[in-house]
């Protein structure tokens, strides 16, 4: 017996909605390891932080340890129907998510690898996009029916850029793939935060002032972003990325 579509509804333009609209932040920071992104997210008043790296032990957070991705999926409607005070949801890290994501398609599909998911050619990976699809869905009801924001912490890794108007070279990126992940997870997010030590050269060697800070700018170095108005370095704290956050969105809604 063939299921029957539900009935859809019609949409008029009594749909049209008018200025902007408030929502919690969709974050991603990432960087080098070390350089103190749990710390960030623990400093976080109100975060609830999804500890995949188990690297949480030394903080001071509410934390959920998660060792497979449906048991992300199970705090996320935990968090949209049962009572809390939370107001922030952290990743620690998307990059190890990925890894349970394919984990669990391998389980479903009974294949050894990714890399063997629907007879190659790369529909694991397209696989493991659809799931993060559905995952950011469910993250973005969680945002809009709990006014949560989402903050995610990634791994970065230097990749060669294919240089469309010169000579190729090395830059940091999101360490995921790159070809069907990387780019979905940095587009879904409002803001993407490249974090690291601040680094300045004299008589051509590099050295670290031991400063610690986000970049929100894309540079020729890095991937990052902003749909807020925000300094293009900011201090690898949540009291001073909070402040300067806060101060955008007012900036912002104050414009309307």
Not at 217 to 225: G, I, N, V
């Amino acid at each position: 017996m063939t299921a029957t579509a539900p009935a859809r509804t019609k949409l008029t333009l009594a749909a049209i909605q008018k200025g902007k609209l408030a929502a919690p932040p969709r974050i991603l920071i990432y960087g080098p390891e070390g350089i103190g992104k749990t710390r960030l997210a623990s400093e976080c008043d109100g975060a609830l932080l999804l500890d995949l790296e188990k690297g949480s032990a030394e903080r001071d957070v509410a934390r959920v340890k998660i060792t497979r991705y449906d048991e992300v999926l199970d705090i996320v409607e935990a968090l949209r129907h049962e009572q809390h005070e939370h107001r922030v949801l952290a990743i620690d890290t998307v990059t190890r998510l990925e890894g349970l994501v394919f984990d669990r398609i391998c389980e479903r599909t009974g294949k050894p690898s990714i890399e063997d998911v629907g007879g190659g050619y790369g529909k694991g990976y397209v696989a493991a996009a659809d799931e993060f699809r559905l995952l950011f869905a469910r993250l973005d009801e969680l945002r809009e029916q709990r006014n949560m924001a989402i903050l995610l912490l990634g791994h970065s890794v230097v990749r060669e850029f294919k240089n469309p108007e010169g000579e190729n070279y090395d830059r940091y990126s999101l360490r995921m793939n790159e070809k069907n992940l990387s780019p979905l997870v940095r587009e879904w997010c409002d803001l993407v935060g490249f974090a690291t030590f601040d680094t300045v050269v004299k008589k051509g060697k590099g050295a670290m002032t031991g400063d610690r800070l986000i970049y929100t700018q894309r540079t020729a170095a890095f991937d990052a972003k902003s749909r807020y108005d925000l300094p293009a370095e900011i201090p690898l704290s949540w009291a001073e990325f909070s402040k300067a956050l806060r101060a955008a969105r007012a900036q912002k809604e104050a414009a309307k």
